[in-house]
């Protein structure tokens, strides 16, 4: 069945850098599109950028460009979220949502918590 | 950035049938926004109910249906159950990157 797995919950210091990773399993990975998303406590989803491992191509949203990057690993069918510089504002769940071409989105990673304290 | 709004909170009784609207600041919603209507309930990952405006995934519970209403895409739930208390997101394709609503909180 289609998974997407986070790795586990990371606690960071301002200015730090924090690496997520989504692991996909059930599915062909390069058939798809993934998208970062995150949720800052008791606040709304926010859109932070997609990766499209097919093509290498990533889109980042512009709150987010200059810090983040999405990479990925074809070998292990896993995609990576890289975000730097992070301050206490950037206290959230992040999530990998996957997409099929044409704005299909379905099936959801269970998240990763990312804490920023010092 | 685009703006997307949605209305902060809506009641409904069980059984009633409500519809949450999820609005472009920067004009009509169309079907080339491809939008996702999203449900999530405490302590659990959202979970995708609609995509590309009006399909639905086989998890969806047939009483929700997408479509386009008065300039916005909207996101119907006929015959409302208690388990529909949630909160429900849109999210809308605004050239070449992706935007959130502010989320609808439904309670039933």
């Known amino acids: 069945q289609v998974q997407l797995v986070h790795s586990g919950a990371e606690v960071k210091k301002p200015g730090a850098s924090v690496r997520i990773s989504c692991m996909a399993s059930?599915?062909?990975?390069?058939?798809?599109?993934f998208h970062w998303v995150r949720q800052a406590p008791g606040q709304g989803l926010e859109w932070m950028g997609i990766i499209t491992p097919s093509s290498g191509a990533t889109v980042y949203g512009q709150k987010f460009q200059g810090r983040v990057t999405m990479t990925w690993d074809t070998s292990t069918s896993t995609v990576y979220m890289d975000l730097s510089g992070l301050r206490s504002e950037d206290t959230a769940v992040y999530y990998c949502?996957?997409?099929?071409?044409?704005?299909?989105?379905?099936?959801w990673g269970q998240g990763t918590l990312v804490t920023v304290s010092s | 950035q685009t703006v997307v709004t949605q209305e902060p909170s809506l009641t409904v009784s069980p059984g009633g049938t409500v519809t949450l609207t999820c609005a472009s600041g920067t004009g009509a919603v169309t079907r080339g926004c491809l939008p996702n209507w999203f449900q999530q309930k405490p302590g659990q990952p959202p979970r995708t109910l609609i995509y590309?405006?009006?399909h639905k995934h086989s998890w969806t519970p047939a009483r929700f249906s997408g479509s386009l209403l008065g300039g916005k895409a909207a996101l119907t739930l006929s015959g409302v159950q208690p388990e529909d208390e949630a909160d429900y997101y849109c999210?809308?394709?605004?050239?070449?990157?992706?935007?959130f609503g502010g989320g609808t909180k439904l309670t039933v």
């Open positions: 999210l809308l394709y605004c050239g070449a990157t992706w935007v």
């Open positions: 059930g599915f062909t990975f390069t058939g798809y599109h």
């Open positions: 949502a996957r997409e099929l071409s044409g704005g299909s989105f379905d099936f």
């Open positions: 590309t405006t009006s």
